[in-house]
């Protein structure tokens, strides 16, 4: 069978899981309360406190009040909208600084030109920003792969074990769910996927057990999903 898209996770999938909570995670939290005091003026940053506000359910919280619940839900590793938008505000420093790579396992660069070039659309779903999921692929450890992409999905299509945002996601394709394939370490997010009639592949990275999916160990090993 051959799918006319891929949809990819990034951590444990294209990605090292440490990437994300011992850099960036840590990064974030260092440099995220100078950045948002530094720029509370700017539309985005705004934008995005005034998002948290309404989470917190404190329309007048403070600056400093919204630092604190940010750092708290970092150590949570809460899946919070505001939170990635601006985590990947304050990533973009670090990436154009060079503090910093995008993680990439080797088999992931070479395997996504191969479907790019066979003409696969090639998508993104991440619990991360769309805006840090395009800086990690901009700076990745391959160079800039931004370019073998269509599209990519963060937590605003919704989360990403509800069915429900497998149903945006294909509304947006506009391809009937059996042309797509969506790769995951996660089991939850697979079965939600698959109830859909969208293919599935586990990732297997880091010791996760297996489930009732097809796995693979590598994206080269997908080969055997896909043309």
């Known amino acids: 069978m051959k799918y006319s898209a891929v949809i990819t996770d990034i951590e444990g999938t294209t990605s090292r899981?440490?990437?994300?909570?011992?850099?960036l995670f840590p990064y974030a939290a260092r440099e995220l309360p100078a950045f948002i005091r530094a720029n509370t003026a700017q539309p985005?940053?705004?934008a995005a406190l005034a998002a948290c506000?309404?989470?917190m359910q404190q329309p007048a919280a403070s600056t400093e009040?919204?630092?604190t619940q940010l750092l708290a839900w970092i150590a949570e590793d809460k899946k919070v909208t505001p939170l990635k938008a601006l985590q990947g505000m304050v990533w973009q420093h670090g990436y154009q600084s060079g503090a910093f790579t995008g993680h990439l396992y080797a088999d992931v660069a070479e395997q996504?030109?191969?479907?790019?070039?066979l003409g696969i659309r090639l998508y993104v779903y991440s619990s991360g920003s769309v805006q840090a999921q395009q800086l990690l692929f901009?700076?990745?450890?391959?160079?800039d792969l931004t370019a073998l992409f269509n599209g990519y999905f963060d937590t605003r299509i919704g989360a990403k074990r509800d069915i429900s945002s497998y149903a945006a996601i294909l509304?947006?394709?506009q391809l009937p769910p059996k042309q797509v394939l969506f790769l995951s370490d996660v089991v939850a997010e697979l079965d939600a996927a698959r109830a859909l009639g969208i293919a599935t592949v586990q990732l297997i990275r880091e010791g996760q057990p297996a489930a009732d999916h097809p796995i693979a160990h590598s994206f080269?090993?997908?080969r055997e999903q896909i043309p």
């Open 17 to 23: 899981i440490s990437f994300v909570t011992d850099i």
């Open 44 to 46: 985005d940053v705004a």
């Open 53 to 55: 506000r309404e989470l």
């Open 65 to 67: 009040q919204i630092i």
């Open 112 to 117: 996504l030109q191969h479907w790019h070039n």
């Open 138 to 143: 901009q700076y990745s450890d391959y160079g």
């Open 171 to 173: 509304q947006q394709l």
């Open 220 to 222: 080269d090993q997908i």
